[in-house]
């Protein structure tokens, strides 16, 4: 079972409401900050607004209690940013949609990017980038922390994308960005 929090997620932790309202205010040139009562209501507002308006705002989900993953939504931007026991980003969606509709139909998932870890550390061994093209057109990029080496690889052929596209979410229905089974494990798999 999820749970939605419009609250920011930043240094390992959950921010609180006033701090959230305050980031939304200074990303947004809102004031819901000014209101006497700053409470989850209010942030459940302005997060609202900043959805209905294209405006920049910051969910955090919870699956079972836990943190699962975050995500900031910058008009036809969304990067959602998984996370695992020890509430390390391992994996992030970016989905966008370059047309020029303040509120597109659809977006597209653009880049999947993996982290990999040197055991239960903080410490980043491999960063790898999917970049997925519209047009079929797929490129891994990944940078080895440790050898510090960059390889770039693009596919021969063109791949299937459709799996790719999802709905622009309504203000609170984010099932189908979060979910991170959505058919590209074949590829995924076979290209590392």
């Known amino acids: 079972m999820y749970q939605i929090n419009y609250q920011r997620w930043g240094w390992g932790e959950m921010q609180d409401v006033l701090t959230s309202i305050e980031v939304l205010d200074g990303y947004n040139k809102t004031r819901f ?9 209010l ?3 302005a997060a609202k607004h900043a959805h209905e308006h294209g405006l920049i705002y910051f969910v955090t989900i919870r699956k079972n209690e836990n943190p699962y993953c975050y995500f900031e939504n910058n008009k036809a931007f969304f990067r959602v940013s998984f996370l695992d026991e020890h ?4 994996m992030s969606y970016d989905f966008t949609n370059k047309s020029e509709v303040s509120m597109p139909e659809k977006l597209f998932l653009s880049v999947v990017t993996i982290w990999d870890f040197k055991g239960d550390s903080d410490k980043v061994v491999k960063i790898t980038d999917y970049k997925f093209h519209t047009d079929g057109k797929f490129v891994i990029v990944e940078r080895d ?13 063109k791949i299937d994308v459709s799996a790719n596209w999802e709905d622009y979410p309504g203000f609170g229905k984010y099932d189908s960005i979060i ?4 058919g590209l494990n074949m590829v995924l798999e076979t290209k590392s």
């Open 33 to 41: 900050n000014r209101r006497k009562t700053k409470n989850l209501e």
């Open 43 to 45: 942030l459940i507002e």
């Open 87 to 90: 509430l390390r980003t391992y």
């Open 145 to 157: 922390h440790i050898k510090n080496e960059q390889t770039n690889s693009e596919a021969k052929n």
């Open 179 to 182: 979910r991170i089974e959505r």
